[in-house]
């Protein structure tokens, strides 16, 4: 059983923060460190998109430029957990945020294309104006 639960979701005025939190259990929590993990959005009506990922030592990083500088990806091996702080935020970064998990090596910009098979169920951000 492979599961990945997001958590920290909610209702955030614009300029406020927010942290996400993702849990990995089954056979990614087993297995986290070997994982490399990301975090995508999607807006309402629209795909979904890469917003940071990491790689299995927390070595290497990635960004979509347009949160650079914002938002922070972060891992806890020990806890099997990805966190995703969030900064300084704007309406468009309201969507639902899923963490998902890449069976692969990965540096760079290689991370936000790396094949993530496992994905969570989501956690929704509301950003308001």
């Known amino acids: 059983q492979v599961q990945l639960v997001e958590s920290g979701g909610g209702l955030v005025q614009a300029g406020g923060s927010l942290i996400l939190s993702c849990a990995a259990s089954?056979?990614?929590?087993?297995?986290?460190?070997?994982?490399?993990m990301g975090w995508f959005r999607q807006a309402a009506g629209k795909e979904r998109d890469f917003v940071a990922a990491?790689?299995?030592?927390?070595?290497?990083?990635d960004y979509v430029d347009s949160v650079k500088g914002r938002f922070a990806i972060s891992r806890d091996n020990a806890k099997n957990t990805v966190y995703l702080q969030k900064n300084s935020l704007k309406h468009e970064n309201t969507g639902v945020y899923y963490c998902?998990?890449?069976?692969?090596?990965?540096?760079?910009?290689?991370?936000?294309?790396?094949?993530?098979?496992?994905w969570g169920q989501g956690t929704q951000v509301t950003v308001s104006s």
């Open positions: 998902a998990a890449a069976a692969a090596y990965g540096t760079g910009r290689q991370l936000q294309y790396l094949e993530y098979n496992f």
């Open positions: 990491m790689s299995w030592n927390g070595g290497s990083t």
């Open positions: 089954g056979r990614i929590g087993r297995s986290f460190s070997m994982y490399a």
